[in-house]
């Protein structure tokens, strides 16, 4: 499966942004995915995992309340939608899916990967 993230560009602190992630190649609906962004000088982290059937989302601590992942299967497409930016949340942000039911945190359990979309968020 081949995924193509979007949405990404420069908001101001307390501003919002919607990432697009558009998969192909494969049924969508086959994949969990999940969202995860690396800051410059920083390693990858988590931001937000769906799982495949029955929708269940997790997210990471510094963007719960904040952030909602969401998916819609007939579009092939998964969503970040990003709430109350903080300029901390600056980073490129990646999709991922794997091939399971469920999410997982960890990246390396991922099997695709999208290209990156750049989020700044000015102070």
């Known amino acids: 499966v081949q995924l193509q993230a979007s949405g990404g560009g420069l908001v101001q602190a307390g501003g919002s942004l919607r990432l697009s992630c558009a998969t192909s190649?494969?049924?969508?609906?086959?994949?969990?995915t999940g969202w995860f962004r690396q800051a410059p000088g920083k390693e990858r982290e988590f931001v937000a995992a769906?799982?495949?059937?029955?929708?269940?989302?997790i997210y990471a601590g510094s963007v719960k309340g904040r952030f909602t992942i969401s998916r819609d299967d007939a579009k092939n497409t998964v969503y970040l939608q990003m709430s109350s930016l903080k300029p901390e949340d600056t980073a490129v942000y990646y999709c991922a899916a794997r091939n399971r039911d469920y999410y997982t945190v960890r990246s390396e359990s991922y099997d695709y990967w999208g290209q990156g979309t750049q989020v700044t968020v000015s102070s």
């Open positions: 769906i799982s495949r059937s029955s929708g269940s989302t």
């Open positions: 190649g494969d049924t969508f609906s086959n994949y969990a």
